[in-house]
């Protein structure tokens, strides 16, 4: 089943496909397991490993075609089709996210943006309709959006949390630098910049192999 999947392998065949993207442009129509993990930074045995988890597997004469390895993993992640987005919080943050989804993330559709700033409000931002907090309940239903990025203030994280989940939403990309309680069948990804900016900033002062 999709869910026994482990989240690190789903983060790498999004980006395996990527990859086979930008081959597919260049005219490639075969690669080995050796050539994919070159590009992905992971080993060989890696790649394979993931491939077989969704059922792919290469020839080995020929390895795997782009083409079809492409849609194989696009279907499994269901990235075959537009995702329906809700944006909430329409910051600088916001604004930058927003931008990027309409220009960087063709599969996703920035759908409605929140915010409880009036002067937000009712305007098209960055290519989407910016809506009052208030409204996620009637909005997150009617759309049929299951997927919410917050990018908030720390102190209004959880709060945003909870409406957005009682309307439907089952996923979560929290920018909000503070930890989130969300139900079991909530699927949460934290997104902390301060912090992962700190344990950069830690590790490049710190002796390294071959230094």
Same mark, same amino acid.
């Given at each position: 089943?999709?869910?026994?999947?482990?989240?690190?392998?789903?983060?790498?065949?999004?980006?395996?496909?990527?990859?086979? #993207?930008?081959? @597919? #442009?260049?005219?490639?129509?075969? *690669?080995?397991?050796?050539?994919?993990?070159?590009?992905?930074?992971?080993?060989?045995?890696?790649?394979?490993?993931? @491939?077989?988890?969704?059922?792919?597997?290469?020839? +080995?004469?020929?390895?795997?075609?782009?083409?079809?390895?492409?849609?194989?993993?696009?279907?499994?992640?269901?990235?075959?089709?537009?995702?329906?987005?809700? *944006?909430?919080?329409?910051?600088? *943050?916001?604004?930058?996210?927003?931008t990027?989804?309409?220009?960087?993330?063709?599969?996703?559709?920035?759908?409605?943006?929140?915010?409880?700033? +009036?002067?937000?409000?009712?305007?098209?931002?960055?290519?989407?309709?910016?809506?009052?907090?208030?409204?996620? +309940?009637?909005?997150?239903?009617?759309?049929?959006i299951r997927?919410?990025?917050?990018a908030l203030?720390? #102190?209004?994280?959880?709060e945003?949390?909870?409406?957005?989940?009682?309307?439907?939403?089952?996923?979560?990309?929290?920018?909000?630098?503070? +930890? *989130?309680?969300?139900?079991?069948?909530?699927?949460?990804?934290?997104?902390?910049?301060?912090?992962?900016?700190?344990?950069?900033?830690?590790?490049?002062?710190?002796?390294?192999e071959?230094?």
């Amino acid at each position: 089943m999709k869910s026994e999947i482990p989240p690190n392998t789903v983060a790498r065949l999004s980006l395996y496909r990527r990859l086979l #993207e930008a081959w @597919l #442009e260049k005219g490639t129509t075969h *690669l080995y397991s050796h050539e994919i993990a070159s590009m992905a930074c992971v080993t060989p045995a890696q790649v394979r490993r993931d @491939l077989m988890a969704i059922g792919y597997s290469g020839s +080995p004469s020929r390895g795997y075609s782009v083409d079809a390895l492409e849609d194989s993993i696009g279907r499994f992640l269901g990235s075959d089709t537009v995702r329906k987005i809700a *944006l909430v919080g329409m910051g600088n *943050l916001g604004r930058a996210l927003a931008t990027y989804f309409v220009s960087r993330a063709p599969r996703f559709r920035m759908t409605a943006a929140f915010d409880n700033d +009036p002067r937000k409000t009712g305007r098209v931002i960055a290519g989407c309709m910016v809506h009052p907090v208030e409204a996620i +309940p009637g909005i997150i239903p009617a759309e049929g959006i299951r997927t919410a990025v917050l990018a908030l203030p720390p #102190e209004s994280a959880q709060e945003m949390a909870d409406t957005l989940v009682k309307a439907g939403v089952k996923g979560i990309l929290n920018f909000a630098p503070v +930890p *989130l309680r969300l139900p079991g069948d909530v699927f949460l990804e934290n997104r902390d910049v301060t912090a992962s900016l700190e344990k950069v900033a830690f590790f490049s002062g710190q002796p390294r192999e071959g230094n």
